[in-house]
């Protein structure tokens, strides 16, 4: 016998203790490899497995029977009985499955996490620990791809069935983004865990989602702040986000873990990111350096580069308006030269011939005095002096540079126009568009600000002038947020983020990314304001205003996630770099100290106010007085109650309607009022802050009334009879669900029960929530601020908006809708716009005199304004087709419409605290009588069914809250729908 034949032999010996599972894994593992091909094994396994099944089942069979005692007969008489008493399609069937589960392999028999290759693929770290082995990382091709690794589909297909975290593992470690759907496919049924969020997130970042990595991460390093794998993936996903010493932090992190090969290549790239922005700090801060200097000497050697740095053309105008002589100007000629290569063109060079001949017996004086002026040398009277006497010269150029460092153009700003216009130089163009913009957005019409900022805008980018423009981008973003116009901020905000760092320009990079962080707390992005401060703070690490600002927003984040410790530790970080807090900080210090009080809070906020003071609008003032009467309710109500009811007036004084500032200090100022209310038990009192606020009667009877404050929530219920009952509760400790299931207690529950229908005045930022109250009781959010509009009389007119050809945005895979057929009533006059035509603006002028409206379309949450809006055609000029809140709200709606909204999200409603921030709300504000929405997504055929049979419901005279209601009821006990129907909603 040869060896091949005793190892055969030797291997079926093993046939009873493999079924046994008795084997070493590695021996059982060369029995599964040996057994497809030998029948006598084959043979062996089918009987052992067998008479395992009838030892199963006898005890079944023979019930109260003794035992049968088998005996140890040779093996091969037991094989050869007939297996009795399983059924035989039960028994084949059982067979097959254990015999293909004995032929799988007990761990892949392949390399699947490529853990055995010298170098690694994946950047990224797994927390699943097969395919965490610390390995250098492979070369990556450089201007082309990498093959693609071949998946092992054997393997892949045990996984599958064993260990669906290896299987996305596999995936994973491939560093092939088009597999990262699939591991997120494959890791979606399974449960959150530390492991599993961190793979999630290493998935989002190889499809270049680093945001919502970010949140994955900053979720898992809340519970476990020393996980490995979460640390190192934030540092990736931080330099994603361009936020490099943020990510040079957490892999400093990583480093300190001492975890080997992990915590050297960490260390590595923590040192690379802080040398890179080291060197670029550096050639700016040299850049800057050397235009300064060229105000007190002729250039000398300048840095390499100077004239690329768009900062530098401010350096060289400064220069030229404090050259002392002729001598001076004229050697600014190769910088002027320079510069108008850059830009093309010979306009400043011209500029420095022309001021060369200048007669410096006049002009040298005042040339010393600018000099003085940008050193910030001279006295507030001594500048005035200087502006009187550049009024009277002819020393145009120097004037213009004047009235901008003292901030003068508002009160000169016809003759800065017409001296700017006159250099014939885009530079001022751009210049003069700005300081109208501040001028207009002073006197409170920030919309027109807004228009001719953009009109210049449109001038770029332009080779030349990216000082200029980066200068409006932020401008832009500075009035968008003002306005709570999120897109169009984010948008301008992160375009000048990105060019002022391609650009170098580390000031106005700190400034936008200041405008960052803004933007993402203004729609309560937690993680990503985080992450902005973060890198903010770490780059402002010896600018104590720039301490400040980060901190006392850090301290705003915490406490409106009622972290109150770490809020009162940012609050101090704040104070402690001694400057007074902004306005901002002052109104987070009012939160604080009424959760955790310091001796000192009530001098530094009156320090703050009086710092900020002289440069508050109308409305900024009535905010501060708000703070003031915010801070002394909690220790002095009556001095309280009277500030804040003096905010109230001062908002409301004529021409501050559409003032942010006015609106938030009115809102607030209620807000106080009523948590006063509430904890004094002043439930009467309470409601009616609610109505006067609204400056309406509310209704007398099936009436809730709810508002949050932080810790605080105030509701109040009038049942079917009137009877007013009311519950205050300030001990929540944590944030508010975004469903409000259980908010409303039970003894006001049962007082609205009796109600047959029920209005719910909820104040923001509860407007709009699903789960406020109970699935079987008919309810609507009151939404209206005046009184309901009347359809006109005559017969309905009816908009049905469906089977649209939307553009969908990039990087999206929505499918398209199944095709709505519209149902009809009787009378109705019938409109529909569909496929190519139902476009925003044609949809728009349809809707200002229909009676009904059916839109029906994709509805998206915008991830990064946090507000949801329908996707519609797109225009033909190219316009967005996005049927937006601010568009919505724009409209007016003669027919007071009863409006569906047949599309995903069309409810949800952004986080504010002033005004509902929502489509329907927007409907409502723009004449709507009714607007039926869903807040979370929904199946478009079987929400289709449902919203007809509602506006069925509604057409035979129903009332709508009603109509809702019972459709619903019918629905569930049908068991159809129970994933989406509770959070259908009515605004009335």
């Known amino acids: 016998m040869d060896r091949h034949s005793e190892r055969v032999d030797s291997l079926c010996e093993n046939v009873e203790l493999f079924v046994d599972g008795e084997l070493a894994p590695e021996d059982a593992e060369a029995f599964r490899q040996h057994l497809p091909g030998c029948a006598r094994c084959q043979r062996g396994v089918t009987d052992l497995l067998q008479l395992k099944l009838l030892a199963h089942r006898h005890p079944e069979r023979a019930g109260a029977r003794a035992p049968v005692a088998f005996s140890r007969a040779p093996r091969a008489t037991l094989w050869r009985r007939p297996l009795v008493l399983v059924p035989a399609t039960l028994a084949a069937a059982l067979l097959v499955l254990v015999a293909v589960r004995l032929l799988l392999p007990s761990t892949p028999r392949q390399d699947v996490w490529l853990a055995q290759r010298p170098q690694r693929l994946l950047e990224a770290r797994l927390g699943y620990s ?4 610390h390995r250098p990382l492979a070369a990556r091709m450089m201007g082309g791809s990498d093959n693609p690794e071949e998946l092992p589909f054997e393997d892949m297909a045990w996984l599958k069935q064993e260990d669906l975290h290896g299987l996305a593992a596999a995936y994973l470690v491939r560093d092939d983004p088009g597999l990262a759907d699939r591991a997120l496919q494959t890791l979606e049924p399974m449960e959150h865990s530390p492991e599993l969020d961190n793979d999630r997130a290493v998935a989002l970042l190889l499809k270049g989602e680093p945001r919502d990595a970010l949140r994955l991460v900053d979720g898992v390093l809340e519970q476990h702040p020393r996980h490995a794998q979460a640390l190192w993936n ?28 992990w915590s050297e290549e960490a260390a590595q790239k923590a040192e690379a990111l802080r040398r890179d922005v080291f060197e670029r700090h550096t050639r700016w801060t040299v850049t800057r350096a050397a235009g300064r200097a060229l105000l007190e000497a002729a250039p000398g050697e300048l840095p390499k580069g100077f004239g690329e740095v768009p900062i530098s053309r401010l ?11 002729r001598e001076r100007v004229l050697a600014l000629l190769p910088v002027a030269r320079e510069l108008d290569a850059r830009e093309g063109g010979d306009v400043l060079e011209r500029y420095v011939r022309r001021v060369a001949e200048a007669d410096f017996s006049r002009r040298a004086p005042l040339a010393r005095e600018y000099a003085a002026l940008v050193a910030k040398r001279l006295s507030p009277e001594e500048r005035e002096r200087f502006l009187a006497a550049l009024l009277a010269s002819r020393e145009d150029d120097i004037l ?82 003002q306005r709570d116009m999120v897109d169009a901020a984010r948008t301008h905000t992160e375009r000048g983020w990105r060019e002022a760092r391609e650009n170098n320009e580390w000031e ?6 200041w405008n960052l962080s803004q933007v993402a707390r203004l729609v309560n992005d937690a993680t990503l304001t985080r992450a902005y401060l973060g890198e903010y703070l770490e780059r ?6 720039m301490r400040r600002r980060a901190h006392q927003d850090l301290a705003s984040i915490a406490i409106q996630e009622l972290r109150v410790d770490e809020a009162r530790r940012e609050i101090d970080a704040a104070l402690a770099t001694g400057l007074p807090l902004a306005s901002s900080g002052a109104f987070f210090l009012t939160d604080i100290s009424r959760l955790k009080s310091e001796p000192g809070d009530e001098a530094h906020l009156n320090r703050a106010l009086e710092a900020a003071r002289p440069t508050l609008s109308a409305g900024e003032r009535a905010v501060a007085t708000h703070m003031l009467g915010r801070f002394y309710i909690e220790r002095d109500a009556a001095r309280g109650r009277s500030l804040l009811w003096r905010a109230i007036e001062e908002a409301t004084a004529p021409g501050l309607a559409e003032d942010p500032g006015a609106q938030r200090a009115r809102a607030y100022s209620y807000t106080s009022l009523l948590h006063d209310a509430g904890r004094r038990g002043a439930f009467p009192e309470a409601l009616e802050l609610f109505a006067r606020e609204r400056g309406m009667e509310l209704p007398g009877q099936c009436l809730l009334a709810v508002t949050a404050d932080s810790e605080r929530t105030l509701l109040l219920a009038r049942g079917s009879t009137g009877e007013l009952l009311g519950h205050f509760d300030e001990s929540r400790r944590e944030p508010l669900p975004q469903r409000l299931e259980g908010l409303v207690p039970e003894p006001l529950l049962a007082a609205l029960r009796a109600c047959p229908r029920v209005e719910v005045l909820a104040r923001p930022p509860l407007h709009g929530r699903a789960g406020l109250l109970p699935s079987e009781m008919a309810w609507s959010y009151l939404t209206r601020s005046s009184p309901p509009r009347v359809p006109p009389t005559g017969p309905a007119v009816h908009l049905v908006v469906s089977n649209v050809d939307a553009k969908l945005p990039p990087g999206m895979s929505l499918k ?32 200002k005199d229909a009676t009904e409206i059916d839109l029906v379309a994709h509805g998206i949450v915008n991830g990064y304004s946090n507000t949801s809006y329908l996707l519609l055609a797109p225009e033909q000029e190219g316009a967005s087709e996005e049927l937006s809140v601010p568009r919505v709200r724009s409209a007016s709606l003669r027919g007071a419409p009863f409006v569906v909204l047949v599309a995903c999200h069309a409810a949800h409603t952004a986080y504010t605290l002033d005004t509902p921030f ?18 979370v997504q929904i199946p478009d055929l079987e929400a289709g069914a449902f919203f007809n049979a509602v506006r069925e419901r509604i057409r035979s005279g129903t009332p709508p809250a009603l109509a809702l209601r019972d459709e619903r009821v019918q629905w569930l006990r049908a068991g159809r729908g129970a994933a989406w129907l509770d959070s259908v909603l009515l605004f009335e």
């Open 130 to 133: 097969s395919a965490d082995g």
């Open 234 to 261: 934030r540092g990736l996903a931080l330099r994603q986000l361009d936020l490099p010493l943020l990510a040079a932090r957490a892999f400093t992190e990583v480093a300190a873990l001492k975890e080997p090969g």
């Open 315 to 325: 350096f060289f105008y400064d220069a030229v308006r404090a050259a002392p002589d």
């Open 400 to 481: 213009l540079g004047a009235l901008l460092q003292m901030g003068a153009t508002a009160r000169h700003l016809a003759l800065y126009e017409t001296k700017a216009a006159a250099t014939g130089d885009r530079w001022f163009q751009l210049l003069v568009a700005q300081e109208r913009a501040k001028s207009e957005s002073a006197a409170g019409n920030r919309a027109l600000a807004t228009r001719t900022l953009l009109a210049a805008r449109s001038l770029c980018p332009a080779r030349g002038l990216e000082y200029r423009c980066l200068c409006i981008d932020r401008e832009l973003s500075n009035l968008y947020r």
């Open 508 to 513: 106005l990079e700190n400034d936008l990314l």
């Open 540 to 545: 402002g690490r010896e600018d104590a205003d």
């Open 816 to 847: 398209r809708l199944n095709d709505w057929t519209p149902v009809f009533g009787p009378g109705e006059q019938r409109i529909t716009l569909s496929g190519a035509e139902a476009t925003p603006s044609r949809v728009l002028a349809a809707m």
């Open 918 to 935: 929502s489509l329907p709300a927007s409907f409502i504000e723009a004449g709507a009588r009714g607007v039926l929405a869903a807040t």
